[in-house]
């Protein structure tokens, strides 16, 4: 079931990946401006802290993935998962289900990002892309999720799939994935720039 917070749905259960526990992220001294970190919501150096009534493990995907754009566009390294999740608990933006999606438009305008809607087709997608502009996914139930979850888009491969960073899965993080796949699963998308 869809909840609704602040009118806009909320996001973040997904399918618990095998390897989910033990994944390990992008360690903080090799992130860096102009490249997407890949961080796991399952981590744990965060993964046991509380977020939206529940273990950030599990509820944790929307501040993940404003954390993996945030260090990408900024090369800064003040906010991780859980500082993301400390910055939407504090606005507002956590609830029983997950992470609101005002959080992917104010929360980022906080954090210095502007956020852009994106329409679900290829063109739209490759537009940001190609400028350097990572995107923000909330998915729907399908390859990723049951019910709701945040990716990360990172780029285009060379044989013109999707790079995406999972914050659940080290597997769908590793697989390519074509635009058909990701656009016919999407509820929405926000590409990131610096305001």
Request: net charge negative.
């Amino acid at each position: 079931m869809q909840a609704i917070q602040g009118n806009l749905p909320v996001a973040d259960a997904a399918y618990r990946s095998p390897a989910a526990a033990t994944a390990q992220s992008t360690p903080m001294a090799q992130w860096e401006k102009g490249s997407v970190p890949l961080l796991y919501q399952t981590d744990p150096a965060w993964s046991n802290i509380r977020y939206a009534e529940n273990h950030f493990g599990e509820s944790g995907c929307g501040p993940t993935c404003m954390a993996m754009v945030y260090i990408a566009l900024t090369g800064a390294t003040d906010k991780d998962p859980a500082a993301m999740a400390e910055l939407a608990t504090k606005g507002g933006y956590a609830g029983p289900d997950g992470t609101a999606w005002l959080f992917m438009t104010e929360g980022a305008a906080s954090l210095g990002l502007a956020a852009t809607e994106v329409g679900a087709d290829e063109q739209s997608i490759r537009r940001e892309l190609v400028k350097g502009r990572p995107i923000i996914a909330s998915m729907g139930p399908g390859d990723f999720t049951t019910t709701g979850h945040f990716i990360v888009i990172t780029d285009i491969d060379k044989n013109s799939n999707l790079v995406i960073h999972d914050p659940n899965s080290p597997e769908r993080s590793a697989k390519a994935w074509s635009f058909d796949t990701v656009i016919g699963q999407c509820r929405a998308l926000w590409s990131y720039s610096l305001i």
